[in-house]
């Protein structure tokens, strides 16, 4: 990194899935340190590295360069998922270097339990969450009554939180299912077991970090999902459970906001998501599955197929200024090969008036009509042929990939800075190499 910037956000400003995981492995290569901040193992990331595929549910995307991992305060821990992930690394041959936050909450099997009972309930305002109890576990959070990783690490204060905490969520469950059962004995050796094993990692994350940024070390910030799934700032109630945008960062990891240098962009060719909610750009044709086998969108943690639709531009303005974001990066763009006309959404109409700003709430949504502008595509090229462009420069690029790209960026009047045309590392053209 440059310019005296040694803290770096990367931040989807969709529905997330915009390719975070490659860009937080790019930049990790001149870090120190990557953070991840909120979130749970609802959320994946893939990073392909020399040919190697890795997908994380809850480590750092910059593992496989063994570089400190951090999973700060802001994310919730299922601890089985998680060693799970530090296993597979070491059987890869990496070293793990992971630090753990004492302070993050801990998922246990009644938070996965009560995740799917409350979405049968929710009928049309359900969130199609993936049922790894994210959501319960920080209600609990924000109830005052979890189990953190400092209890998980403490037996004898494990057990007397869990014995609480599970005869409150066994009366809950009870009221969905008067069968529901599980030995709560069971559930503490279980979980001793696990704060055993995850004991050496865990430290008081904030109070690092803070010394790290202070002596100059080059830090990475990540999170799951993007900024349209957020909490706060996302569409309600169709997201996450957290902020997932750079508004989580200072809460999530314990920093000031001072400290926090450049925020980066991530946005898609097109726009994808998973689970319920409205979609205005979404498409339904051949398009649409042509768009999803090329950019291989089927979710890392689920497997699900994703929705696909036109790059919405409107919603992304609103990411933009959201999360003050410095710099942007478009990924994907070798996935709308062969396809022509292709569209961008640049605003939405209701009621025969053009909007402003981009309306968060959904009831709003569902009446609007997307704006489109229209572009000339770009031929099929071989994955060698991309890589080989790539290698190249900006100026390489099909003319009218150019003119779509440009077009983009004056449009969000913000600077893109890179542009993905390939999964690869190596598969990526820089515009500005100041965003290091």
Known sequence: MSNNINTIAVCGLSWGDEGKGKFVDYLAQKADIVVRYQGGSNAGHTVVSDGVKYKFKLIPSGAPLEKEVIIANGCVIDPKVLLEEIKNLRDMGKMVNLKLSSTAHVIFPFHRILDGLEEQSKGKYSAGTTKRGIGPTYSDKVARWGIRVFDLINPDLLKIKLEKLYNIKKKLINVYDPNWDMDVNTIYEEYR??????????????????????????????????????????????????????????????????????????????TSRVGEGLFPTEIHDEIAEKIREQGHEYGTVTGRPRRVGWIDLFNIKYGIMINGVDQLIITLLDALEGINPLKICTGYELDGEILKSWPIQSEIIERCIPIYREFEGWEPRSRAEWSRIAKKGFDELPDTMKTYVKAIETELNTEIAIVSIGPDREDTVILNENVF
Do not use: R, W
Request: hydrophobic share 40%.
């Open 193 to 270: 077991s696990y704060g055993e094993k995850l004991k050496p990692y865990v430290i008081d994350t904030a109070f690092y970090l803070n010394k790290a940024i202070d002596s100059g070390k080059k830090i990475v910030f990540e999170g799951a999902q993007g900024n349209l799934l957020g909490i706060d700032h996302g569409m309600y109630p169709f997201g996450t459970s957290s902020n997932a945008n750079v508004l989580g960062i200072c809460a999530g990891a314990g920093i000031p906001p001072k400290k926090l240098n450049k925020i980066v962009g991530i946005i898609k060719a097109y």
